[in-house]
């Protein structure tokens, strides 16, 4: 079983930056789709970026032009870079994989809080 594993959350002034990285149990050459979604508190869980196995990025209309989402496979990580933060980007940030066969796996989720 997939074990994905998140790190790098915290908090941040508005403005700020911060990088997210999701560290697979186990090469992310397996998957076709990589990245993340977030959750606010009393809110649904929404796409926030995400990343093939062909550098194709896809992105939430709300983070283009801030959130940079990458894949390094030597390292089986995914990050999620995060540039001019907003208080509305405040949430649990959950890492996201999909294999060839449609499995989807999910990390335990990181907070980022952003101050305004």
């Known amino acids: 079983q997939v074990r994905l594993v998140e790190s790098g959350g915290g908090l941040v002034q508005a403005g700020g930056s911060l990088r997210l990285s999701c560290a697979a149990s186990?090469?992310?050459?397996?998957?076709?789709?990589m990245g993340w979604y977030r959750q606010a508190l009393g809110k649904q869980r929404d796409l926030v970026a995400t990343?093939?196995?062909?550098?194709?990025?896809n992105y939430a209309d709300s983070v283009k032009g801030r959130f940079t989402v990458s894949r390094d496979s030597a390292e089986n990580t995914v990050y999620l870079q995060m540039d001019s933060l907003k208080p509305e980007d405040t949430a649990v940030y959950y890492c996201?994989?999909?294999?060839?066969?449609?499995?989807?796996?999910w990390g335990q989720g990181t907070q980022v809080t952003v101050s305004s």
């Open positions: 990343i093939t196995s062909g550098d194709i990025t």
């Open positions: 186990g090469s992310i050459l397996v998957f076709n789709v």
């Open positions: 996201y994989s999909r294999n060839y066969k449609g499995f989807a796996s």
